[in-house]
């Protein structure tokens, strides 16, 4: 054999190992787990205003993506209801320092139970899974919030029959400002129950599909309470949300996108305070909640309630989120420092154990009630809020809530 004919067969078979070996490694890559997917899920609203400002979300996402220069091993899926009858599926790639879009499933002749049924959550879900297999799961919500309030009968349907109030119907504590301005109150909460999805459901839905998160983000109005937490307490890990209305804006995932790749709740929280403390509407909470405190925390509100009964004279006095007469949400602190009343051991104890469970959290000085046009001073702020002493009609079901049951 001629010594140029051994050098090219050589040469092929050294091009056919490598072939092979490129090719175990991405058949390798593509079976193996990521170590996380994050799901970004946005359901119909409704509000045009509202699916606007979901696709910049997904946009600043991908900005901070680029800027992080990848996914940290992650995978970031994006599911966008289009109209109330479809949505899209999309794994967002990291490539050549840019994302892009990969459409993997398209949805049509949806109805609206299939974004507020548990068969039509779970569905959604495991297809994200089946998209994206990772080890561990974690989830933001996008669109509009009202805590636990339950679909029938509660201040969502409430609220869509008022009309906003003149400046002279409003509570005295509140600014009124002659402009509108949005958040993420408003859309289907006001005009469309049928889009709207009960926390249980949410939570049967995660236990059904992901098992477990590491985080749910809730960019929406009204859902860091302590309610929603602890119906939710046993299918994630962590609860990243707003105890007030959020600004149609929602959070700036370009400048906290990275610290969400890197589990950095705090700088989530950070990074949303700086952005609105310096935006043209600077109003905006943001808290995060650790779930495995949540059981010593009923355990120590039910001792308190067994021997103090909260003084509704009081009420006035109580930190309030939405500038109801009656109001619904409530800042938890500042309530169970007037429930305990002179009882000093008991306050330093429950105290001691909400630090625990809100480890970071994060205010404007004001907030902002759109129904209103109103901002209010926030003079307290524990990071959650409570229903407990709410004598609304709107809060009537409060006994029916897990929280209640564990607490009284």
């Known amino acids: 054999m001629k010594r140029t004919d051994l050098i090219i067969i050589l040469f092929i078979a050294a091009i056919g190992m490598l072939t092979a070996c490129h090719g175990d490694d991405e058949e390798k890559k593509d079976e193996s787990p990521a170590r996380q997917t994050i799901l970004m899920y946005f359901p119909w609203a409704d509000d045009t205003k509202m699916y606007s400002a979901c696709q910049k979300n997904i946009t600043a996402m991908k900005t901070a993506v680029e800027y992080y220069r990848g996914l940290n091993?992650?995978?970031?899926?994006?599911?966008?209801?289009?109209?109330?009858n479809r949505a899209v599926l999309i794994d967002i790639k990291y490539e050549n320092g840019k994302c892009k879009n990969d459409?993997?499933?398209?949805?049509?002749?949806l109805q609206p139970t299939n974004f507020t049924s548990t068969e039509g959550l779970t569905l959604f879900f495991k297809d994200a899974m089946t998209v994206a297999p990772a080890t561990k799961y974690a989830l933001t919500i996008g669109c509009h919030g009202m805590g636990w309030l339950p679909v029938e009968g509660g201040t969502q349907s409430a609220r869509a029959k008022q009309q906003s109030p003149t400046p002279s119907a409003m509570r005295p504590d509140g600014i009124y400002i002659d402009e509108d301005i949005d958040t993420r109150y408003f859309g289907s909460l006001k005009k469309s129950p049928q889009f709207q999805t009960e926390i249980s459901t949410l939570k049967t839905a995660l236990a059904n599909a992901f098992g477990h998160l590491d985080f749910l983000v809730f960019d929406d109005c009204y859902m860091q309470d302590i309610e929603?937490?602890?119906?939710?307490?046993?299918?994630?890990?962590?609860?990243?949300?707003?105890?007030?209305?959020v600004m149609m804006e929602g959070i700036p995932y370009a400048t906290v996108g990275k610290d969400?790749?890197?589990?950095?709740?705090?700088?989530?929280?950070?990074?949303?305070?700086?952005?609105?403390?310096?935006?043209?509407?600077?109003?905006?909470?943001?808290s995060v909640l650790k779930t495995s405190e949540l059981e010593n925390t009923a355990r120590l509100m039910k001792t308190i309630n067994s021997l103090h009964t909260f003084d509704t004279s009081?009420?006035?006095?109580?930190?309030?989120f939405d500038l109801e007469e009656k109001s619904v949400f409530m800042d938890m602190g500042s309530y169970v420092r007037l429930l305990c009343q002179d009882d000093q051991n008991l306050y330093n104890q429950i105290t001691e154990q909400m630090n625990r469970l809100i480890p970071n959290k994060a205010h404007t000085d004001y907030g902002y009630v759109a129904k209103f046009k109103s901002s209010f001073k926030i003079e307290e702020f524990s990071g959650v809020s409570?229903?407990?002493?709410?004598?609304?009609?709107?809060?009537?079901s409060k006994e029916t809530t897990s929280w209640?049951?564990?607490?009284?």
Request: a negative charge; hydrophobic letters at 35%; charged letters at 20%.
């Open 73 to 84: 091993g992650k995978k970031l899926l994006a599911l966008v209801a289009e109209t109330a």
């Open 103 to 109: 459409t993997v499933k398209r949805y049509s002749s």
């Open 228 to 245: 929603v937490a602890y119906e939710l307490k046993d299918v994630t890990d962590y609860i990243i949300a707003s105890t007030c209305e």
């Open 260 to 286: 969400l790749l890197e589990d950095n709740y705090g700088g989530v929280v950070d990074g949303f305070y700086s952005f609105y403390n310096s935006y043209r509407y600077p109003y905006g909470t943001l």
């Open 314 to 320: 009081k009420m006035s006095q109580v930190q309030t």
């Open 386 to 396: 409570i229903s407990d002493p709410s004598l609304s009609a709107d809060a009537s």
């Open 404 to 408: 209640w049951k564990a607490t009284h």
